[in-house]
């Protein structure tokens, strides 16, 4: 942990080395609730662009090898791990909403939710600023009663009607017509 929490620092003061100095003026306490709010905005916007997080140094070959092995469809524990899901009480804390303001976003359907072992979890994309919150509720409330996980799998998976974008690649360039035609049809099977 506190190797990345070094990384960070690193690519902070190599980045921006003013900025990287303006954050000594900001409280601890406040430094590591944007801190943690920048990082589950990054996986949210990982999510969006397909964009698989691994760690630039591999403990071993073993290790890829494992990688490999285990490209195919993300388990719901992966999806924690890398952030991609957030249970709902750090979405909460990362948007800025209390838990009954959620409840009633997801009750309107401008949110959803997958439950990983009776928890509730929400997908980071939702925190993704450079895509509007109107155009993903829309397509939310236009897939309607469908489990969360079958959600899920439409805004994350390649469709050929959005020429082989994902839902969320296709909102992040502005295409909401196609993905709200594309979330009908999904409905449909």
């Not at 939702?126 to 509720?137: G, H, M, P, T």
Request: charged share 25%.
């Amino acid at each position: 942990m506190l190797e990345l929490l070094q990384s960070a620092a690193v690519a902070a003061t190599l980045f921006d080395p003013v900025g990287a100095r303006a954050l000594f003026e900001i409280p601890a306490a406040e430094l590591g609730r944007r801190f943690k709010r920048a990082l589950v905005r990054v996986a949210g916007l990982a999510t969006v662009l397909d964009i698989e997080q691994r760690s630039i140094r591999e403990e071993s070959a073993q290790r890829r090898q494992e990688l490999a092995s285990n490209r195919g469809e993300p388990t719901p524990a992966r999806l924690v791990a890398s952030a991609k899901l957030l249970h709902k009480s750090h979405f909460c804390a990362a948007i800025g909403f209390t838990p009954q303001r959620v409840n009633k976003e997801i009750a309107a359907q401008r949110l959803f939710t997958v439950d990983i072992e009776d928890e509730r979890y929400l997908p980071a994309f939702f925190l993704v600023e450079q895509i509007r919150r109107k155009d993903l509720a829309k397509v939310v409330r236009t897939l309607g009663d469908l489990a969360g996980w079958d959600k899920w799998s439409f805004f994350t998976t390649p469709n050929c009607a959005l020429d082989s974008l994902t839902p969320l690649q296709a909102l992040f360039y502005g295409d909401r017509k196609q993905v709200l035609r594309a979330a009908v049809e999904f409905t449909k099977r």
